[in-house]
């Protein structure tokens, strides 16, 4: 039962959905276009202005591109399994789907240490700021903080499907690569070595993080203008982290170490929420709190508003 022509998955988190399918439905395509909206607008707010064409912005349009990215490999099949009497899924479907949610997760991550980066240069380092992270630089970041986590997450793919697998029920509404190493026959050594290094590495990550925000916050009590500056814009960045490490901590702790003596509907919440609460936080969050962004979307509103407004009369 180990090859991907005879192994198929059986999701059995949505046991506890079909009393509440149409509702839940509805509520899923509300919650997939609220996400494709704020970020897509988001982004051409970015892409349309030359002003946000700063390190800071480009690191914010990535991370929204990249909740567009993770989101799209979860909610419309999500969507359709709501509907479906048989919740069923390819070994090929599954390992890919896993592919994109957990490289999403991780390049989610470092973006948000791309992005603490550029302000502990910015106001700890104010006058070395365009040198350090010039145009060629933030390139490479940005292109590392997605080749970085695509590989290790073709990695994890790679050893799993290596495994010959003795079941095909996974208790989730999605797959996850945990649990399909649980169903394994033989000696998963590999794979829980892997992990723990993955795991360590973007332990490492939120120590940089934490690292630079003791110095940022040490920076901006020396002046009125660094606790301004502070405000504006690490306030934001330190709310979505706080909201995307949480919803992976979640995630991380029912997949490991979840209890079969919790509620369905519960282990289901805790499994969903870093694909829901951050893709629709992050935008918002930066879109009301950074005053380039909000005052260039209201612009953008108000200049399409006047042309339907002219096309309308």
Known sequence: MNTSSTVVFSLTGFSATVNYRVTLFSLTLLCYFLILMVNISLILTIISDQNLHEPMYIFLCSLCINGLYGTAGFFPRFAFDLLSDTHLISYVGCLLQVFVIYSNAKVDYSTLVLMAYDRYVAIC?????????????????????????????????????????????INKLY???????????????????????????????????????????????????????????????????????????????????????????????????????????????????????????????????????????
């Open 125 to 169: 380092r104010p006058l070395e700021y365009h040198s350090v992270m010039s145009v060629r630089r933030t390139a490479v970041l940005v292109t590392l903080s997605w080749l970085v986590p695509l590989c290790f997450e073709t990695l994890v793919i790679s050893l799993t499907s290596t495994l010959k697998l003795c079941g095909s029920n």
């Open 175 to 313: 797959c996850e690569n945990w649990s399909i190493v649980k169903l394994a026959c033989g000696s998963t050594k590999v794979n829980d070595i892997v992990g723990l290094i993955l795991i360590t590495f973007y332990f490492c990550h939120a120590v940089c993080i934490a690292s630079s925000y003791v110095q940022l916050v040490n920076a901006a009590l020396k002046s009125r203008a660094g606790r301004k500056k502070f405000t504006q814009t690490c306030v934001p960045h330190l709310f979505c982290l706080l909201n995307v490490s949480t919803a992976l901590l979640f995630d991380l702790m029912y997949s490991r170490y979840g209890s079969a003596s919790l509620p369905q509907h519960l282990k289901n919440f805790m499994a969903i929420e870093f694909l829901i609460i951050p893709p629709i936080l992050n935008p918002v969050c930066y879109g009301l709190v950074l005053t380039k962004i909000r005052r260039r979307m209201i612009f953008l509103c108000r200049q399409a508003y006047q042309r339907f407004g002219v096309k309308s009369q």
